[in-house]
């Protein structure tokens, strides 16, 4: 296990929020279906995922004479394998603008509308409360991780194209720790999903979805709890995750708050002259 942050100041979760994200990008490298490379200036990453979160950078130094030259070499590269967007991050100690004016000059657009939330997982009820007929199982083998790429699909309202790929990504990432998936059967169908990742010295919460017809009866919270109890119980203290506008209100009311805005740049091919 990595070391546990106890550290609940502003500065820190802000550094954990960020810091467990960069570490599930860096997770790929596990997967023989993703190609990872790593020199002195940055961290790249291509997954067979169309997502901008599996096709991208973490920039790990400040500006250099050479940017534009690294950039260009980036872009070229993700042209080559007919990916149309990705994403750029800032490290955790550069600050957002480090390299901005050679990305904007790139085609690059800065992004910062998502928010990094965290909570004390000593907040936390002392048993959770499911609703009635859910039963939320750990997928612990490669039939089940199926049902919950199956229900990522569904869920997230994408087309069958995305199943085969997905699977060939996460298969190569193991099912246990650091990252963990769970799967939630409503009288006995799958019908939601979510997954744990530790790194950062916190429980970071991803890919939190509801099929539509299961919508709206607290399905989500509970899939975005349970993990979270299991992070307590192995002695993490805090958890995080990145909002969408639709969750914000959702995880303000399981006692997240916001500690900062995910600020990245994207680039996308639709986008060039």
Known sequence: MNEVLKDLSTPALIKAVKGNLYGSFRFLKQSTKVE???????VRWHAPIRHPWFNGVICTQPASPHETSIIQDTLAYFRSRKVSIITWWMETNLPADAWKQSLLTQGFKFDDNTPGMAMDLATLEPKQQLPAGLRIEQVTNLETLQ?????????????????????????????????????????????????LFLAAGVAGIYNVATVPAAR?????????????????????????????????????????QKVCNMGHYFWTEEKQS
Do not use: C
């Open 147 to 195: 049902d919950w790429i199956d229900t990522f699909v569904q869920a997230f309202e994408l087309s069958d194209s995305w199943k085969a790929p997905m699977y060939e990504n996460f298969v190569g990432l193991g099912l246990d720790l650091p990252m963990r998936h769970y799967l939630g059967y409503l009288d006995g169908e799958p019908v939601a999903l979510s997954m």
């Open 216 to 256: 709206k009866q607290g399905i989500g919270s509970a899939l975005t709890l349970k993990p979270l109890y299991d992070a307590y119980e192995l002695g993490y203290r805090v958890g995080i995750l990145q909002s969408s506008e639709v969750g914000f209100g959702v995880y303000q009311k399981l006692r997240f």
């Open 36 to 42: 990872f490379a790593e020199s002195n200036e940055l």
